[in-house]
C-alpha cells in the first residue's frame, strides 16, 4: 500500500503509528480479491468521485499498474 498525502487526516488511518504505517508499506498485510479497480486517473477526471470521495491510498498490480486501494468520503 502507498499511503496519499491525505492518510493523517482519514478517519481510518489517523491512529496508525508509524510502525503500523510502515508495515502497512512494506508488507503484503491486505488481500484483494476483486474483478474491478479504479484508477487515480478517474477521480480526477469524474467530478462525482472528485467532489465526494478522497483517496487514502494506493496499490498496484504485479506489473506495475496503481489502483484506488482506500477511499473515504
Known amino acids: 500500500m502507498e499511503f496519499t498525502d491525505t492518510w ?3 478517519i481510518m488511518y489517523s491512529d496508525l503509528s ?3 504505517k ?3 508499506e512494506t ?3 491486505t488481500y484483494n480479491s476483486h474483478d474491478f479497480a479504479l484508477a487515480p486517473e478517474k477521480f480526477k ?3 462525482g468521485l472528485k ?3 478522497e483517496i487514502t ?3 498496484s498490480v504485479e ?3 496503481k489502483y484506488v486501494s482506500s477511499y473515504q468520503a
Request: proline fraction near 0%; avoid cysteine; glycine fraction near 4%.
Open 57 to 59: 491510498s494506493l496499490s
Open 51 to 53: 467532489e465526494f470521495w
Open 22 to 24: 510502515h508495515d502497512f
Open 45 to 47: 477526471t469524474d467530478n
Open 63 to 65: 506489473n506495475g499498474t
Open 8 to 10: 493523517k487526516n482519514s
Open 27 to 29: 508488507m503484503n498485510l
Open 18 to 20: 508509524k510502525k503500523d
